[in-house]
T-cell receptor
């Protein structure tokens, strides 16, 4: 298994540009989520999904959109990038309670985004 | 969400045991205690979790107080590779947000050779 993969690894955007951060997992996990991590801070939850077609907001959802059309993919969209969105973004996945194993989450390697 | 309190940083010598404390005085009966760690420039990785009883796995041990208001992650022999930020997290078992991990700032563990 490749686990959780994220692309790109690095990205520089100008203010107002849009882009999509890709996240994919090959473990048949129902639950997927996006976090951001600012320097010296812990991770903060942006959006999450408990299955295909179902998404919900986390702690810091403003400025980000998500969709979940398949079990494997959970892209994160920045519609109009702002310097405050400069951060490292992590995607994660896990089994859900409905699948009977609500335990460890697997994290991707992260995308380092800079907005100038 | 119930919160956790951890020391900002700790130091250890290589090959010595490390005890990382976590206080969670407002824990509820359905909260699991999870520990994750984040190595430099990497995503977090799962370490261990528990509910009421002490737990052991290949990476670490988790000691949970009888009243569940505190827990301790034990690394039996620290190696240089264990230098990381360790997060103690309470994870809700039931409900729509049952998968969510709420991260604090964690404890930065330094390991000296």
């Amino acid at each position: 298994n490749a686990g959780v993969t994220q692309t790109p690894k690095f990205q520089v955007l100008k203010t107002g540009q849009s882009m999509t951060l890709q996240c994919a997992q090959d473990m048949n996990h129902e639950y997927m989520s996006w976090y951001r991590q600012d320097p010296g801070m812990g991770l903060r939850l942006i959006h999450y999904s408990v299955g295909a077609g179902i998404t919900d907001q986390g702690e810091v959802p403003n400025g980000y959109n998500v969709s979940r059309s398949t079990t494997e993919d959970f892209p994160l969209r920045l519609l109009s990038a702002a310097p405050s969105q400069t951060s490292v973004y992590f995607c994660a996945s896990s089994y859900s309670q409905r699948q009977g194993r609500p335990y460890e989450q697997y994290f991707g390697p992260g995308t380092r985004l800079t907005v100038t | 969400d119930a919160k956790t309190t951890q020391p900002n940083s700790m130091e250890s010598n290589e090959e010595e045991p490390v005890h990382l404390p976590c206080n969670h005085s407002t824990i509820s009966g359905t909260d699991y205690i999870h520990w994750y760690r984040q190595l430099p420039s990497q995503g977090p990785e799962y370490v261990i979790h528990g509910l009421t009883s002490n737990v052991n796995n290949r990476m670490a041990s988790l000691a949970i107080a009888e009243d569940r208001k505190s827990s301790t992650l034990i690394l039996h022999r620290a190696t240089l590779r264990d230098a990381a930020v360790y997060y103690c997290i309470l994870r809700v078992l039931y409900g729509g947000s049952q998968g969510n991990l709420i991260f604090g700032k964690g404890t930065k563990l330094s390991v000296k050779p």
